[in-house]
């Protein structure tokens, strides 16, 4: 039971703004030359969790047209991940997961933060 925790990694799906970068309203972030502000501890708790293996899959409600542009904003603050999903609107998002018939715990979790308070302290 516990074995499987350990062996297999980690799916962390992010929000990016207001979460990983400061959050700005759509048509600002949209800019050709808007640079994103990181909130504190974004690379370092990013890093950390690249380093366990974790699989980082940032979320976004920004149009997929935006591909491009949200990339470089991203890379140009060192904002690492393995996937990014678009378009995903701003309202409730919910996780369904189903639970191991070998396990006797939940496959997935869920962390609500206050708006800009950033990554820094979440412990996974």
Request: glycine share 8%; hydrophobic share 35%; net charge neutral.
């Amino acid at each position: 039971m516990s074995e499987y925790k350990e062996v297999r990694p980690k799916t962390i799906f992010m929000d990016i703004d207001g979460t990983l970068v400061q959050h700005v309203s759509p048509f600002e972030s949209a800019k050709r030359n808007h640079k994103m502000e990181l909130l504190p501890g974004t690379i370092e708790k990013l890093e950390e969790w690249d380093m366990k293996g974790y699989i980082l899959i940032l979320t976004t409600g920004r149009k997929e047209s935006c591909r491009k542009e949200l990339e470089k904003q991203l890379s140009d603050v060192g904002i690492m991940y393995d996937q990014l999903v678009m378009g995903i609107c701003g309202g409730i998002r919910v996780l369904i997961n189903d639970r191991k018939p070998y396990g006797d715990f939940n496959t997935a979790v869920s962390i609500n933060l206050d708006r800009n308070q950033g990554i820094e302290n979440i412990k996974i």
